[in-house]
Structures are given as structure tokens and as C-alpha cells.
């Protein structure tokens, strides 16, 4: 799904919003989550999962077309754990399939 359709699909159930609202509400909630993890917070939405960032420690790799040693800076990467409602949701809806 992408952000367009989940504002579509937000506007059909709430047809007494403005859909420019909703997509105003849909960004500033991406916005608040970005903004957070860029911090360094961790962003939980109870039934749903958590947000959080991982540092992943510099390192020697390899480029893969040449074979020779490269140096691979740290990064900080962003990482979802999905909840447990989130999970049994899908586990249920999977099995029907």
C-alpha cells in the first residue's frame, strides 16, 4: 500500500473528512515518526509494532565485482518489530488464503 492509498482508503471510511486533511494528518504522522527516529527515540504504536534505529558498527567488506577490500562506514539503520496483535492478525488472515 502506498501513502496515496492509505489516504484513499482513510477518505473512503471517513467520507465527512476533506481529503486534503487527511492527507495533511497521514503526513504529519510519517513526519512525527521520522522526526522521532532521527532522534534516536523509539516509536511504539501499541497493537501495531515499534519503530526503533540499530547502529551497525564499521566493518571491512568486499566489492563484490572486483573482489578488492573496501571500508564500510557505521551506519544507523531504521528497524520495525511487528506486535504481537499485528502478527496473530496476519498468521490468521494467512491461513484463510
Not at 486534503?20 to 497521514?26: A, L, T
Not at 522521532?36 to 551497525?56: N, Q, W, Y
Amino acid at each position: 500500500m502506498t501513502k496515496s492509498e492509505l489516504v484513499m482508503r482513510v477518505a473512503e471510511r471517513h467520507p465527512h473528512l476533506y481529503q486534503r486533511d487527511i492527507e495533511r494528518i497521514v503526513g504529519a504522522i510519517f513526519d512525527q515518526i521520522s522526526a522521532a527516529l532521527a532522534r534516536g527515540d523509539r516509536v511504539e504504536l501499541r497493537g501495531f509494532g515499534a519503530f526503533s534505529v540499530k547502529r551497525r558498527e564499521p566493518r571491512a567488506g568486499r566489492n563484490p565485482r572486483t573482489g578488492e577490500k573496501v571500508e564500510v562506514a557505521e551506519k544507523v539503520i531504521p528497524f520495525f518489530k511487528t506486535g504481537k496483535q499485528l502478527r496473530e492478525r496476519i498468521n490468521v488472515s494467512g491461513q484463510q488464503s
